[in-house]
Nanobody, 114 residues
Framework: QVQLVESWGGLVQAGGSLRLSCAAS???????MGWYRQAPGKQRELVAI???????NYAESVKGRFTISRSNAKNTVYLQMNSLRSEDTAVYYC?????????WGQGTQVIVSS
């Protein structure tokens, strides 16, 4: 069983920055890690993902503002969020997919005040 432990989100003003991290148990093998988010009244949506080979994919809404990275040595994935907007307010969930199994973190709240 893989466990994902996320860092705290927080409250930030529009235009500000925030960095999320997520540590995975069980080591990092040939997996895909990333972040999804869910705003109130909306479906969960992809934010960014990164493969073990460091290929990345971003939602159009965050391209140029968010950067995903990972440290295989630390079993950790990061999401650097810059130029935050009020519409980035959501619960952010860490994601790990390996061998056809998907695992989710507990979610961390990010609130961007305008």
């Amino acid at each position: 069983q893989v466990q994902l432990v996320e860092s705290w989100g927080g409250l930030v003003q529009a235009g500000g920055s925030l960095r999320l991290s997520c540590a995975a148990s069980g080591g990092i093998l040939d997996n895909v890690m990333g972040w999804y988010r869910q705003a109130p009244g909306k479906q969960r949506e992809l934010v960014a993902i990164i493969t073990s080979g460091l290929s990345t994919n971003y939602a159009e809404s965050v391209k140029g503002r968010f950067t995903i990275s990972r440290s295989n040595a630390k079993n950790t994935v990061y999401l650097q969020m810059n130029s935050l907007r009020s519409e980035d307010t959501a619960v952010y969930y860490c994601y790990d997919n390996r061998f056809g199994h998907t695992y989710w973190g507990q979610g961390t709240q990010v609130i961007v005040s305008s």
